[in-house]
């Protein structure tokens, strides 16, 4: 039931996010009012594959939506506007006909599209496409994803360009279910994720036609572009029947947008299953020599543009999540903590996730996971204290990279995310960091970008400076380490990083 100083209206948010789909309900002042939540399978074919059931997802997500609503004790009447926020770059092929996908989603992890980067790369580098796109060609982001199904489900590539194929990202296929699918759903995206494809021009905000000539994609395929924060359709059937559907963000721009950094130089940090910083760099966009990405932060209507440097890490939380699932060290993520904490220190141990290979800032498929520095004095704490520091140590080299490219040295980190609840690894960050890490009231940021864009978008709220009223501190942890040891442990952490890279040849291809 709503609290008994919460009135109505209010907001929904859904986050389709990596390793579940939440709805949260908001009321004015940014509060949450009522959540709900629910994992799905992670699907890993292969070793670097990861695949997710779309059809479970959107399954999931109504299961939320109806959850929150009742757990609220509201009815579609009192709720103003639906936001939608997702993981970005996930890619899905689905028949418009039928309503139903081709194949499982390609999750933004899965490598699977490594050699066709490369191919594409090949003569002209893995930065052919930057200059439009603001991304080098890697397995992360969708294009290649979109191509790689097209070459490998049977009849697909006939049947897209018969114009019967739809793609979308998270974004697009909660959308065009949420307003009535196969029954005139709308197939829209919105310029965050559609900057995460790797084929939207940055700079004019459309797909730009020459790469989707070099990649082979027909743009039958693909939703329209729309801005962040504008009404796309209204949901029809289910618990918000009627309601507008009125903002799309990419999770990590939705975050950045909860965490109300609306002007030049502010930045936040994301720990879940990846940990991604953005930082807003105003109405230009901002060339990355030092391996970050240029992407879009948001855009409200018909506003200008709002461009980020982004610094992603892909294995953050997932790193907790193999702890505990693959190893069996640990039977909750929480306690990551209470084991790491029956040590002093990592015992000589550094580990480096490359799971997915290396994201920023180097950008290495070769590279694979590795644990450096193991003796027989090595135990399972030393270990769960390595992979609390991995974290730490991969947004220190994020931040020296934003750092480099943007002029602006970091005085404060915004955090959010799951893995925040962890109090060790938000000590470890401000001791690697050399710098104050702070966590708003509202740790959910990502379900609150997406109520306040969509809030805007219906005149909920007026403008951003209103929603910058609701950002309030819940925690700070200050910087404790001292500069030597400080400096001693990050060369370690780089020694470790190198032993990761080159792994992957021909000898120890995945296919
Ligand atoms: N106390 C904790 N310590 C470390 N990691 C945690 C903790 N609690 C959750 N996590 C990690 O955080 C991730 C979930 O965070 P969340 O923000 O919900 O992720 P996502 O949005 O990517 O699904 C999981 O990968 C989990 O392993
Ligand atoms: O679902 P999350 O929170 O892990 O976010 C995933 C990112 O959007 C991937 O780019």
Redesign the pocket.
Known sequence: MTDAHTTGPFIAAIDQ???SSRCIVFDKDGRIVSVDQKEHEQIFPKPGWVEHDATEIWENVQEVVAGAIVKAGITAADVKAIGIT?????TLLWDKNTGEPVHNALV?QDTRTDGLCKELGRNVGQDRFRRETGLPLAS?FAGPKVRWLLDNVEGLRERAERGDILFGTMDSWVIWNLTGGTDGGVHVTDVTNAS?TLLMNLHEMQWDARILQSMEIPAAVLPEIRSSAEVYGTAKGGVLDGVPVASAL???QAALFGQTCFSEGEAKS?Y???T?MLMNTGETPVNSYNGLLTTVGYRIGDQKPVYALEG?IAVT??LVQWMRDQMGLIKSAAEIETLALSVEDNGGAYFVPAFSGLFAPYWRSDARGVIAGLTRYVTKAHIARAVLEATAWQTREITDAMTKDSGVELTALKVD?GMTSNNLLMQTLADFLDAPVVRPMVAET?CLGAAYAAGLAVGFWPDTDALRANWRRAAEWTPRMDADTRDREYKSWLKAVERSMGWLDDNTAEE
Request: charged residues 15%.
């Open positions: 996010g990596t390793t997702n993981q970005r770059e996930t933004w992360y995460r990419g999770d990590q994301t879940g299953t990846g991604f992603s939380g997932s995310g990502t």
